[in-house]
């Protein structure tokens, strides 16, 4: 796998004139290397690689990273990154402008290195996955929707929404994975309005609906699922636009296929809204790319630019927000597929009133 990334990469490179590419972030190393570590740099020549670490990491390095030589490095790092480039040869090397901080570039510059900013390099490779990835990714989504339906199996009023949240991720753990993907949200009652709220100590209580935006990492791929039930008979307007987002998540995920463009997903899902008088309450995009992190590309919003292609993941997450009143969001990851998507976050999507 490393071979073929870093072959895809140095093709990259050679089309947009650069001799090298200095990676420095954790998804760099285990996407072009395989290493899981989380500190060092990798630099990447067009002959040659290595990937610099220190000694917390090097023995793990040198057990897991393909198609780099591995060295520990001294103090400063930049001074083996440079000496590394210096030797690899080449007068152009792409750095990316996103993640390289501005301290970390001056002290680089004051090794005499020539750095070319570039813009998602290894995010646009990383856009459509390979076979392996497509299995952790499987993974991670089975146990995500897997755990959920356990924990909503087991949701009832006098929990607090931290309740819940403690107890999905330790569910997760047992069934193999790693941890959370992110911060779970768990979003009860009127604090269902808020689109990204984080579990509180808020008590469940009858009549809520609730949302749960959860996901998991397994071998460094992470997954994204939301489900939102009811507790016992929620407002008749919550049960309404439930209906609404759920057949505005379905013509999402029916309008995700190759060629078309991510942001005709989102106007898919945005339209259903829209017609139903709710588009104001809809702030946010349809969704985004899934792998190496929660959040990577394509990006689904009106302003999108990407194409869908097969082998791409990504979620599609439409949602409803009623300051006063609650919320609703429903979400999968999907995998684009020869003929459209397949949904790897299957779980019942009709209202459960629980
Ligand atoms: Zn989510
Ligand atoms: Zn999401």
Redesign the pocket.
């Known amino acids: 796998m490393s071979e073929q990334r870093l072959g895809a990469l140095r093709e990259r490179l050679t089309q947009d004139g650069l001799d090298g590419f200095l990676g420095f972030r954790e998804q760099d190393f285990r996407y072009l290397v395989g290493f899981s570590g989380d500190a060092g740099a990798l630099v990447v020549g067009q002959a040659d690689a290595l990937l610099l670490t220190d000694s917390r990491y090097i023995e793990t390095a040198q057990a897991e990273v393909r198609g780099a030589r591995t060295a520990q490095h001294g103090q400063p790092l930049v001074q083996d990154v440079a000496a590394a480039m210096r030797q690899m040869g080449g007068e152009r090397w792409g750095f990316d402008a996103e993640s390289v901080s501005y301290g970390l570039y001056q002290r680089l510059q004051a090794q005499g290195t020539q750095l070319v900013p570039t813009q998602g390099i290894v995010l646009s490779l990383r856009m459509v996955k390979d076979r392996e990835e497509i299995a952790r990714l499987r993974r991670a989504c089975a146990i995500a929707a897997d755990a959920l339906e356990e924990l909503i199996d087991r949701l009832r009023p006098g929990m607090t929404e931290q309740d819940a949240a403690v107890w999905l991720e330790g569910r997760m753990r047992e069934m193999g994975a790693e941890g959370a993907a992110f911060p779970f949200i768990v979003a009860s009652g009127p604090r269902g309005s808020l689109p990204h709220a984080g579990a509180s100590a808020r008590v469940l209580q009858a009549g809520d609906m609730v949302t749960l935006d959860v996901g998991c990492r397994y071998l460094g791929y992470h997954s ?1 699922i939301t489900r939102t039930v009811g507790l016992g008979t929620p407002a008749a307007e919550l049960r309404q636009i439930y209906e609404v987002v759920r057949q505005a998540q379905a013509a999402g995920i029916a309008a995700a296929r190759p060629g078309v463009l991510a942001r005709d997903v989102d106007r898919a899902a945005r339209e259903v809204i829209a017609a139903a008088g709710y588009g104001e309450r809809f702030g946010h995009g349809t ?2 790319g899934v792998g190496l992190e929660i959040h990577e590309w394509p990006q689904v919003s009106t302003r999108s630019d990407d194409t869908l292609a097969v082998g791409m993941v990504l ?1 599609v ?1 439409p949602g409803i927000y009623l300051p006063g009143l609650g919320g609703v969001r429903i ?1 999968d990851t999907v995998l684009v597929t020869a003929d459209g998507a397949e949904v790897l976050t299957p779980s019942p999507k009709s209202l459960r009133m629980l």
């Open positions: 994204d969704g985004h979620t997450e979400e």
